[in-house]
Each structure stands twice: as structure tokens, then as C-alpha cells.
């Protein structure tokens, strides 16, 4: 079936330094978002994005999370600057059609920040 | 607000055991409900999706049934095999929202 590839698949970096997570969604897909999990806690929605505009956010996009995708190459996610509580498993989707249409995941980026 | 529930963090089966995970859910709104599975290494994927007007999916020899009275969404499947360990997520789907709000999982673990 259609595949959402993440890139990279872990990433390690220092408190307060900038990370950019890497989504290629499915190719004639027009819908786009972010999850977060934390170890141990429930997949929560941060973000979803149609249209080159952020459509609807919740209440963990920080001010400090950014999306885009330029050009329809990769859709990212960039956190400028990181904090320790941005340490997740982030998990890009991607859909043909918004309201209730199946969302494709990629695999999760796991982030650790130190 | 919007809120999803799955008592069950796992479930230990023996091959063609009866599965069943309970699911109850708390929204305002019609929601459409979804289980979505995620195998080791992968993202989740849609397993099925019920809606309002049809109560009832069937797929992979799964089957869910949402009944709004009791605002519950089970997933049962008569016959396991050890390719359906996984873990399983009650998902919910909201008419104002394309963010999906996703319960903690159920990990179930199939032994031959």
C-alpha cells in the first residue's frame, strides 16, 4: 500500500539546539500532519497542514514548532529551540482528503533531547 | 473535551482464541470511530472506520460495532493467529476537527 517515509528514524541532539524532522508523505496526498507519543503515553495530535497553511493546531504546538512543506518536497516539522519535554516518538501522516479520510503514518522519528 | 479510553494495555492469547478490547469514548459531537494497528517498526495503520449512519465494520476478520447509547466502540475477532499481535488503537474522529484523538493502545500478543 501507500508509504510515508520519515527521515531520520532517530536523532539525538542537546537542549535548546534546532531539530527539523523529515516526512515524505504519500505522493497525491493533499493533507498532512504531525503526532507526538511520549514513552508509555497516548499518540496526540499536534498539527495538520492543507494548502501550504497550518489548518488546525493543538494546544503542544509551541510557539517554538514550525511546519512546511516548500515546493512539495518533504513536509517538516522544525523545533527552534528544543526543550526536554520534546523527547517523543513523532509521527508524520498524510490523507487524499481531510474530515474522516484514512491517514497514512511513516514509521515515527524518535527524538531524544539531552 | 474529546477524550478516548481503552482500559486494556494488553491482552496474552493463545492461537484461535476469541479476542475482544473494550473502547468507550466521551465527545459532544457524531464522531466517526476508526481502529487503527501498528506493527513493530511501522507506523499505525487503518484497520477499519464505522460511522454514525452504519454502526458496524467489518475487515481482516475484525469486526466493531459502536453503539452510541453506551458511547462504546469494542473490536473483537473470533479466531486470532499469531500475525495479529500488534498493538491496537481506538481511534475518534470528529466532524470539526481532521486531528484524530487516539486511545493509549491495547498491545495483544498471539502465541502459538
Known amino acids: 500500500g501507500p508509504k510515508v517515509l520519515q527521515i ?5 541532539i542537546d537542549m535548546g539546539q534546532m531539530v527539523t524532522l523529515n516526512c515524505d508523505p504519500v505522493s497525491n496526498h ?3 500532519y504531525w503526532y507526538k507519543q511520549i514513552l508509555g503515553q497516548q499518540m496526540e495530535f499536534l498539527v495538520n497542514f492543507y494548502n501550504g497553511k497550518v489548518m488546525e493546531k493543538s ?3 509551541k510557539d517554538q514548532f ?3 512543506r516548500p515546493d512539495g518536497s518533504y513536509f517538516t516539522l522544525k523545533i527552534q529551540p528544543t526543550a526536554l519535554e520534546d523527547s517523543a516518538v513523532y509521527f508524520c501522516a498524510s490523507s487524499l482528503s481531510g474530515q474522516y479520510a484514512e491517514q497514512f503514518f511513516g514509521p515515527g522519528t524518535r527524538l531524544t533531547v539531552l | 473535551g474529546d477524550s478516548v479510553t481503552q482500559m486494556q494495555g494488553q491482552v496474552t492469547l493463545s492461537e484461535d482464541d476469541f ?3 473494550n473502547c468507550t469514548y466521551s465527545t459532544t459531537w457524531y464522531p466517526t470511530l476508526f481502529w487503527y494497528v501498528q506493527y513493530p517498526g511501522e507506523g499505525p495503520q487503518l484497520l477499519l472506520k464505522v460511522t454514525t449512519a452504519n454502526n458496524k465494520g467489518i475487515s481482516r476478520g475484525f469486526e466493531a460495532t459502536y453503539d452510541k447509547g453506551t458511547t462504546s466502540f469494542h473490536l473483537q475477532k473470533a479466531s486470532v ?3 495479529d499481535s500488534a498493538v491496537y488503537y481506538c481511534v475518534l474522529g470528529e466532524s470539526y476537527a481532521q486531528g ?3 486511545g493509549l493502545g491495547t498491545r495483544v500478543s498471539v502465541f502459538p
Request: negative net charge.
Open chain 2, 81 to 83: 493467529q499469531e500475525s
Open chain 1, 59 to 61: 494546544k503542544l504546538f
Open chain 1, 8 to 12: 531520520p528514524s532517530h536523532q539525538i
Open chain 1, 30 to 32: 493533499l493533507y498532512f
Open chain 2, 19 to 21: 479476542l475482544f478490547i
Open chain 2, 100 to 102: 484524530l484523538t487516539f
Open chain 1, 66 to 68: 514550525s511546519v512546511e
